[in-house]
């Protein structure tokens, strides 16, 4: 399988980034192919008013490396790692701005609609968050708006590890072990089991295949 991280952080070998690297090694170690990319290479550039920037075949002018960046990067891969420090209570702007660009090429006047479309859709995906302050509500909207996002693109959101730390690296110091907690998460991107239920979701009233007799209590 192919797993692209995003690292959004304008420091590139910060906090977000030592989780993201654990996460690869994590991923690399499962047999999978790692594409690492910083955003910092390809996204310049906010979203525009789409009126005033889109050519007249609908494709984007905005003429930095983003559309690189979706087409050969995000789009082949089966499941994407978001790497970002919290910043302000948020992703950062880069990682905001990778997904408002989305946009563009989603939107049905853009010729690369169909591609795009069907590219973002039923992936996995990982978060990684590095922050300075540890309380549980410093990510919780952060997290929450990644819940929603990863629903809206119907990709599967597979964890969340958080690293608390602030000066470079210093997230190896977290007692929590986040960088460990990342790597699992990349070693079993693929084998993470997600369920969301609705009332009338048949299923099975155990979650996991049943254990043999002896260890059935
Ligand atoms: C602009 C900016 C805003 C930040 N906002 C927060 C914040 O709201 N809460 C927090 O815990 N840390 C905040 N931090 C600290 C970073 O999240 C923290 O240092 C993180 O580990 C940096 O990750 P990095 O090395 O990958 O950039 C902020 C840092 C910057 C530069």
């Not at 304008?10 to 994590?26: F, I």
């Not at 853009?110 to 300075?132: D, T, Y």
Request: proline share 5%; glycine share 8%.
């Amino acid at each position: 399988m192919k797993v692209v991280a995003l690292s959004s952080s304008p420091r590139r070998d910060g906090n977000s980034w030592a989780l993201a690297q654990a996460a690869g090694k994590g991923v690399r170690e499962a047999g999978h192919e790692l594409d690492f990319v910083h955003l910092t290479d390809y996204v310049d550039r906010p979203l525009g008013d789409c009126r005033q920037c889109r050519l007249s075949n609908g494709s984007c002018s905005v003429d930095d490396g983003y559309e690189r960046l979706l087409l050969d990067h995000v789009l082949p891969a089966d499941a994407i790692i978001y790497a970002t420090p919290l910043h302000w209570y948020g992703m950062t702007g880069r990682l905001k701005d990778f997904f408002d660009r989305l946009f563009c090429y989603t939107s049905a006047s853009s010729p690369h609609a169909e591609v795009a479309n069907a590219g973002l859709m039923h992936k996995r995906a990982a978060v990684l968050i590095s922050c300075e302050e540890s309380y549980r509500g410093a990510t919780l909207g952060l997290e929450a708006q990644f819940q929603e996002l990863t629903r809206y693109l119907r990709q599967d959101l597979v964890g969340i590890v958080v690293g608390v730390g602030n000066s470079r690296g210093e997230v190896e110091r977290d007692p929590a072990r986040p960088l460990e907690a990342a790597a699992d998460l990349g070693r079993r991107l693929f084998d993470i089991k997600v369920t969301d239920y609705r009332l009338d979701t048949e299923r099975s009233n155990r979650v996991w295949s049943p254990a043999p007799p002896d260890e059935t209590y």
